[in-house]
Structures are given as C-alpha cells and as structure tokens.
C-alpha cells in the first residue's frame, strides 16, 4: 500500500526557531510536493522535488531518495510561517497525489 | 495569487441536490486537477484531466464526475449529494500531465444540509 506519513501532527516553536517537518512514504516516487495551508483553507505549492534539495527563502526542502524520507526545514521561524504544512508524493506517472495528514505548525511571538 | 480561479466560494445546499464546481485553470496550464479534502479524510485526488482528455482517476464516486471543456476551464459535478459530500474541493492546475508544479484555486466550501 502506498502511504506517506508525517511528523510531528503538531508542533509549537517559539519565534526564530529552527523548524524541521519529516515526511516518509512506502515505495518510490516520482516527485515529492510539500504544500502549505493556511487557516483560511488555501493553499499555496511550496516545493515540488524528486531528488536533492531546493531552498526558497527561509524554507529549504530535502529528499534522500534511498531512505525515502524528505524534510522541510524553515529557519528563523515567524508567526506568519503559522500553518499546516503537507507532504504529497506521487508514484509513478500517473497525476494522482498521495497526501500525507498535515503538520500543524504554530509559531509563537 | 496562483492564477487558479475556482467558482463558487461556498455552497450551502440540501441532501439529494446536485451542484456543479467551476474551476479556471493559470492561463497556459493544460492539466487540472480536482481535490476533495474532509475532516476525517484529509486531502484526497478525485479526477485529472489534461488538454480535455482524462489523465487519471482517484477516489471519485459514482454520483461525482467532471469535464474539461476546450477554453480549458474544468467542471465538477456533485449529484445525489450526501451529507458526508459535504467537505472543501479544490482544483489545481499545472503545466504539463505529470510531474510539474502546481497551482491551487481558493477552494470552494460545499456544506450539504
């Protein structure tokens, strides 16, 4: 069964901490997502990955594709990094997602 | 702004109904994609199309099924509807059928009383 897990569910930093979100899955993939969502339910793409490491700002995002885990560090966290962050895979070559169950982040000033 | 476009924001309607989704895609992406995401099931894929022909499909009922038209704009339609339909569906877009970023529309709210 194709499954992708994350950790932790919850999680509450003090502000300017260092964040780090973990994302496993089963079997290999073809590409990694990590997605934000914000309270007011949108959400926005913020990596899509299939090897390596890809840095945006203060988000960085690694995947070791024999370990099949991948991580999603925000440094100098902020109250407005205040989200959940989902970890989605896809095996294969077909377009369907995978979703992990989301980790709830709350940054506090 | 992802340049997802996705009509309406909420709907309040009654078991039994049927409602139709709309769903612009980001001008120059091909595929779109249709999410379902429920409190007790979190995010689910529903359907995908790419360039008016479906790609792939996930856990989509019976009672649920979509289109893309030529302008690419895609619709979901939801009929019979249950009070468990009742969940945020997204649309996403991206450029080509697999594996490209993508782009998610606002959402739409679907409460089914």
């Known amino acids: 069964k194709n499954e992708v897990e994350q950790s932790p569910q919850n999680l509450t930093a003090q502000e300017g901490e260092f964040i780090t979100i973990n994302c496993s899955y089963s079997v290999g993939i073809s590409a990694l997502h990590w997605l934000q969502q914000h309270p007011g339910g949108g959400i926005v793409s913020l990596f899509m990955?299939?090897?390596g490491k890809k840095k945006h700002g203060r988000l960085i995002a690694t995947i070791n594709i024999q370990e099949k885990h991948s991580s999603l560090h925000i440094t100098a966290s902020h109250p407005r990094d205040s989200a959940v962050y989902i970890c989605?895979?896809?095996?294969?070559?077909?377009?369907?997602?995978?979703f992990g169950k989301g980790t709830k982040l709350s940054v506090k000033p | 702004d992802s340049g997802v476009t996705q009509t309406p924001k909420h709907l309040i309607t009654a078991t039994g109904q049927r409602v139709t989704l709309r769903c612009s895609p980001r001008s120059g992406d091909l595929s779109v994609y249709w999410y379902q995401q429920s409190l007790d099931q979190g995010l689910q894929f529903l359907i995908q199309y790419y360039n008016g022909e479906e790609r792939a499909k996930g856990n989509i009922l019976e009672r649920f099924s979509a289109q893309q038209f030529p302008d690419l704009h895609s619709e979901l339609n939801l009929s019979s509807l249950e009070l468990g339909d009742s969940a945020l569906y997204f649309c996403?877009?991206?450029?080509?059928?697999?594996?490209?970023?993508?782009?998610f529309g606002n959402g739409t709210r679907l409460t089914v009383t």
């Open positions: 996403a877009s991206s450029v080509g059928p697999s594996n490209s970023p993508l782009h």
């Open positions: 989605a895979v896809r095996f294969g070559s077909q377009g369907n997602l995978i």
């Open positions: 990955l299939s090897s």
